[in-house]
């Protein structure tokens, strides 16, 4: 099969898995690696769409700076997210 | 039905919404809080799509009928960098919230209470 | 468990609500109004060619000061939050070789790359906050290939406030000349650069504010990396 616009679907497609994996993942780097290549992807979609002030300035800001900045937050914390699943009983505290 | 561009961004402000409701890690529902952002700017850029035309730079050749709409992409550039500067001011926030309680749960937090 | 359910539920429905709404746009369809009147005159109104560009400057330059004022007092916001009397590094692994010789070539190329791309903002796509980004990036190499590399914290202060003041002055000399604030004298006053539309010496005062705000975001960046990177030092 040749359709050459199907490139368009596949990074869609791409793009929402890696975001469900950003936000499933319990250690805190993969996240926010995930969080980092759904930036990436919209860059290219950015392309494609005929923005390339848009493009550029999302791959420099929202890639590069913003998974360093999360990064340091990291090492100042802790990496992997604990066993913190609801206890019974959730309409007493809210 | 909604063209493909549409759907990935709504999907991408469901999927940070989702994060920012349920999850409990603080640093967790910062994540999903820059995914949604994310999306919200692919939404307002896929809006102002002409189909057929090309970048709004007007170069030996291309004609003012030939270019796509530039307004949008011109408050997208600003949204963009105003997401991060929220984003880094979020997480020193949590940093301090990490050395005064020793946890990022929100619910020891919000139990804890100084 | 009812409340993942729950969430699951009203995320549904917010959907659902989206793409009724979005499927009165059509998708792909020529809806520009104001657009048009930007688009046809643009050239001999700032003399720029990039429309995106003189959109952010020119015609609404107003807002792109707004948002150097959010990146300034997210910058102080964070450097007020992570304050300490003794502050240090501690990092303890140092780069391998390849990243230490490597960063220290080739950190002027990238400096020379993130200018080149502030000072054409006005001819190809990019523009003042990429160009600051890009220096942003140079420094944090720097910073993860030596274990004890700083920037001058008070040199980065200093040139960012005098940056941000620059921008509030040329929109004073604008209203002092001409009518209002952030009026162009440069294009519609003295006239420099009229014949040559699409070279580099052309554009009015867009290279001006896009060097400023590139200078103004690059320190600013690099403020916030190096507050979050250092750690108090107990004694």
């Given at each position: 099969?040749?359709?050459?616009?199907?490139?368009?679907?596949?990074?869609?497609?791409?793009?929402?898995?890696?975001?469900?994996?950003?936000?499933?993942?319990?250690?805190?780097?993969?996240?926010?690696?995930?969080?980092?290549?759904?930036?990436?992807?919209?860059?290219?979609?950015?392309?494609?769409?005929?923005?390339?002030?848009?493009?550029?300035?999302?791959?420099?800001?929202?890639?590069?700076?913003?998974?360093?900045?999360?990064?340091?937050?990291?090492?100042?914390?802790?990496?992997?997210?604990?066993?913190?699943?609801?206890?019974?009983?959730?309409?007493?505290?809210? | 039905?909604?063209?493909?561009?549409?759907?990935?961004?709504?999907?991408?402000?469901?999927?940070?919404?989702?994060?920012?409701?349920?999850?409990?890690?603080?640093?967790?529902?910062?994540?999903?809080?820059?995914?949604?952002?994310?999306?919200?700017?692919?939404?307002?850029?896929?809006?102002?799509?002409?189909?057929?035309?090309?970048?709004?730079?007007?170069?030996?050749?291309?004609?003012?009928?030939?270019?796509?709409?530039?307004?949008?992409?011109?408050?997208?550039?600003?949204?963009?960098?105003?997401?991060?500067?929220?984003?880094?001011?979020?997480?020193?926030?949590?940093?301090?919230?990490?050395?005064?309680?020793?946890?990022?749960?929100?619910?020891?937090?919000?139990?804890?209470?100084? | 468990?009812?409340?993942?359910?729950?969430?699951?539920?009203?995320?549904?429905?917010?959907?659902?609500?989206?793409?009724?709404?979005?499927?009165?746009?059509?998708?792909?369809?020529?809806?520009?109004?104001?657009?048009?009147?930007?688009?046809?005159?643009?050239?001999?109104?700032?003399?720029?060619?990039?429309?995106?560009?003189?959109?952010?400057?020119?015609?609404?330059g107003f807002?792109?000061l707004?948002?150097?004022?959010?990146?300034?007092?997210?910058?102080?916001?964070?450097?007020?939050?992570?304050?300490?009397?003794?502050?240090?590094?501690?990092?303890?692994?140092?780069?391998?070789?390849?990243?230490?010789?490597?960063?220290?070539?080739?950190?002027?190329?990238?400096?020379?790359?993130?200018?080149?791309?502030?000072?054409?903002?006005?001819?190809?796509?990019?523009?003042?906050?990429?160009?600051?980004?890009?220096?942003?990036?140079?420094?944090?190499?720097?910073?993860?290939?030596?274990?004890?590399?700083?920037?001058?914290?008070?040199?980065?202060?200093?040139?960012?406030?005098?940056?941000?003041?620059?921008y509030v002055l040329v929109g004073l000399i604008g209203l002092?000349?001409?009518?209002?604030f952030l009026f162009?004298?440069?294009?519609?006053?003295?006239?420099?650069?009229?014949?040559?539309?699409?070279?580099?010496?052309?554009?009015?005062?867009?290279?001006?504010?896009?060097?400023?705000?590139?200078?103004?975001?690059?320190?600013?960046?690099?403020?916030?990396?190096?507050?979050?990177?250092?750690?108090?030092?107990?004694?």
């Open positions: 099969m040749n359709c050459v616009a199907c490139i368009e679907y596949v990074i869609i497609g791409l793009m929402i898995v890696s975001a469900i994996l950003a936000v499933e993942w319990r250690d805190l780097l993969a996240a926010v690696v995930g969080m980092t290549a759904v930036s990436l992807f919209a860059s290219i979609l950015f392309f494609f769409l005929q923005a390339p002030d848009v493009a550029m300035t999302e791959a420099a800001i929202g890639a590069a700076l913003s998974g360093a900045v999360f990064i340091f937050a990291i090492k100042r914390t802790y990496r992997y997210e604990t066993e913190e699943e609801e206890k019974p009983g959730w309409w007493m505290r809210w | 039905m909604i063209s493909a561009y549409y759907f990935g961004a709504i999907a991408l402000i469901l999927i940070g919404l989702y994060a920012v409701l349920v999850k409990k890690n603080l640093l967790k529902i910062l994540v999903g809080l820059s995914i949604m952002e994310t999306g919200v700017n692919l939404l307002l850029i896929s809006i102002g799509y002409v189909s057929g035309k090309s970048a709004p730079i007007l170069s030996e050749g291309i004609t003012p009928s030939q270019a796509v709409d530039p307004i949008p992409q011109a408050l997208v550039l600003t949204a963009i960098v105003i997401g991060v500067a929220t984003t880094a001011m979020a997480l020193s926030v949590a940093i301090i919230l990490y050395e005064k309680y020793g946890t990022l749960n929100i619910e020891e937090i919000r139990r804890l209470r100084g | 468990m009812l409340k993942r359910a729950l969430a699951i539920v009203a995320i549904l429905i917010i959907g659902y609500w989206l793409a009724q709404g979005l499927s009165q746009v059509p998708f792909g369809q020529d809806k520009m109004l104001v657009s048009k009147y930007y688009l046809d005159h643009v050239k001999e109104q700032t003399g720029a060619v990039n429309a995106v560009t003189a959109v952010v400057v020119n015609y609404r807002d792109t707004g948002e150097v004022t959010v990146l300034f007092i997210a910058s102080t916001g964070v450097g007020a939050l992570l304050w300490r009397k003794k502050r240090k590094r501690t990092a303890k692994t140092k780069g391998s070789v390849v990243l230490t010789t490597g960063s220290k070539l080739l950190f002027p190329f990238i400096m020379l790359f993130g200018m080149y791309i502030f000072i054409h903002g006005h001819l190809t796509p990019g523009g003042g906050f990429p160009g600051g980004a890009t220096i942003a990036t140079a420094f944090l190499l720097m910073y993860m290939a030596f274990t004890t590399y700083e920037i001058s914290h008070k040199g980065f202060e200093v040139t960012e406030g005098f940056a941000g003041m620059g002092a000349i001409g009518g209002y162009d004298w440069i294009w519609q006053t003295w006239h420099l650069g009229t014949s040559n539309i699409g070279r580099l010496f052309s554009g009015g005062f867009i290279p001006v504010i896009y060097t400023i705000i590139g200078i103004k975001v690059g320190t600013e960046l690099s403020g916030i990396i190096d507050n979050m990177l250092k750690e108090e030092v107990k004694e």
